[in-house]
């Protein structure tokens, strides 16, 4: 009798050991899962190739196998870098990563769900997913300014608003017709060259015979607010306003008929530009300390949540047993 009880004592004892180290082994193992799942945004996937597709998207590598030179353009342009620079990833953690930023800057993006396929503008925000049997199967190509204001608009820069107000807009010049898209380069090799290509008429105005450049004074640009981070103006409705002519010819009414031609106006200060440079580095880094923060409060988080869960599932292993005995 008493060997028996011995017996039945030890057998719980290596039981109750038994239980502490499963319960020790989950406690482990669910606070490693919590920990390693950080969410990193809301991306489907970062890149596809080869013969994977993610709801028809194929991504930008895939068409490098064909289109090597557009492909190559793309990549060191602000298009492919739409999503990562740092630019975008500081005014998207201002709105608090508002998913309405990621349809103007990534590919594939599910505006129900809020996910996307790709970071960044790739080839299929423009010209559409993947289509089967492609290159027998013709792609997208939509040359249209529409296409272009879905994104260069008034959010940040009016571009399209006033290209629609412009001479261009009435004559079909569209924003393909001065700018390659997959290098976001001009058609010529500057501005003055490029207005030229239509507009022969200037090479008498007496403005181009001093020197003076086309978009000097029909393309004043309006400089970005460092801190809303919008244009005033990008000069895509290419109309002279009286403030640019103010800047060469200043005239002051003396009198009834009289004109007299003042000093010019003073060019901008360059320690205003080297402010703005400096508020520019500040944000950057204040984003960057921002990301850190956020990640480390993640870690935290995630850390004590499978501590928790770890715990309470413990406690029920080590208990559970000994009410099925009572």
Same mark, same amino acid.
């Given at each position: 009798?008493?060997?028996?009880?011995?017996?039945?004592?030890?057998?719980?004892?290596?039981?109750?050991?038994?239980?502490?180290?499963?319960?020790?082994?989950?406690?482990?193992?669910?606070?490693?899962?919590?920990?390693?799942?950080?969410?990193?945004?809301?991306?489907?996937?970062?890149?596809?190739?080869?013969?994977?597709?993610?709801?028809?998207?194929?991504?930008?590598? %895939?068409?490098?196998?064909?289109?090597?030179?557009? %492909?190559?353009?793309?990549?060191?342009?602000?298009?492919?870098?739409?999503?990562?620079?740092?630019?975008?990833? =500081?005014?998207?953690?201002?709105?608090?990563?508002?998913? %309405?930023?990621?349809?103007?800057?990534?590919?594939?993006?599910?505006?129900?769900?809020?996910? %996307?396929?790709?970071?960044?503008?790739?080839?299929?925000?423009?010209?559409?997913?993947?289509?089967?049997?492609?290159?027998?199967?013709?792609?997208?190509?939509?040359?249209?300014?529409?296409?272009?204001?879905?994104?260069?608009?008034?959010?940040?820069?009016?571009?399209?608003?006033?290209?629609?107000?412009?001479?261009?807009?009435?004559?079909?010049?569209?924003?393909?017709?001065?700018?390659?898209?997959?290098?976001?380069?001009?058609?010529?090799?500057?501005?003055?060259?490029?207005?030229?290509?239509?507009?022969?008429?200037?090479?008498?105005?007496?403005?181009?015979?001093?020197?003076?450049?086309?978009?000097?004074?029909?393309?004043?640009?309006?400089?970005?607010?460092?801190?809303?981070?919008?244009?005033?103006?990008?000069?895509?409705?290419?109309?002279?306003?009286?403030?640019?002519?103010?800047?060469?010819?200043?005239?002051?009414?003396?009198?009834?008929?009289?004109?007299?031609?003042?000093?010019?106006?003073?060019?901008?200060?360059?320690?205003?530009?080297?402010?703005?440079?400096?508020?520019?580095?500040?944000?950057?880094?204040?984003?960057?300390?921002? =990301?850190?923060?956020?990640?480390?409060?993640?870690?935290?988080?995630?850390?004590?949540?499978?501590?928790?869960?770890?715990?309470?599932?413990?406690?029920?292993?080590?208990?559970?047993?000994?009410?099925?005995?009572?």
């Amino acid at each position: 009798m008493i060997g028996r009880i011995e017996k039945k004592h030890f057998r719980m004892n290596i039981n109750s050991e038994n239980s502490t180290g499963i319960v020790l082994v989950i406690l482990l193992l669910i606070t490693l899962s919590f920990t390693c799942w950080i969410p990193q945004g809301s991306a489907v996937a970062t890149s596809t190739s080869g013969e994977d597709s993610i709801d028809g998207y194929k991504g930008p590598e %895939y068409c490098s196998e064909c289109h090597k030179e557009e %492909y190559t353009e793309w990549l060191e342009k602000d298009h492919a870098k739409a999503f990562e620079k740092s630019d975008f990833q =500081m005014a998207w953690l201002e709105t608090g990563k508002a998913n %309405y930023c990621l349809r103007c800057h990534t590919t594939g993006f599910d505006p129900q769900s809020g996910d %996307y396929v790709l970071e960044g503008i790739s080839c299929e925000s423009c010209h559409g997913p993947y289509m089967e049997g492609h290159p027998a199967t013709s792609m997208t190509v939509d040359n249209s300014a529409d296409l272009c204001g879905g994104c260069h608009r008034a959010v940040h820069a009016p571009t399209y608003e006033e290209w629609l107000v412009s001479g261009h807009s009435r004559n079909k010049v569209e924003c393909g017709s001065c700018h390659i898209s997959h290098s976001l380069t001009l058609r010529k090799g500057n501005t003055t060259v490029l207005c030229l290509s239509c507009h022969q008429e200037t090479l008498d105005d007496v403005h181009f015979i001093r020197g003076i450049k086309c978009a000097t004074c029909h393309m004043p640009l309006t400089p970005i607010d460092p801190l809303s981070r919008r244009t005033g103006s990008t000069g895509h409705t290419f109309k002279v306003i009286p403030e640019v002519c103010a800047t060469c010819h200043v005239m002051t009414h003396t009198g009834p008929g009289i004109v007299k031609k003042e000093t010019q106006l003073p060019r901008p200060s360059e320690s205003l530009s080297s402010i703005r440079s400096a508020i520019r580095e500040l944000e950057r880094k204040t984003l960057e300390l921002e =990301m850190k923060a956020e990640t480390t409060r993640n870690f935290y988080v995630y850390l004590g949540g499978g501590l928790f869960v770890g715990l309470i599932l413990g406690i029920g292993i080590i208990y559970a047993p000994k009410r099925r005995r009572e």
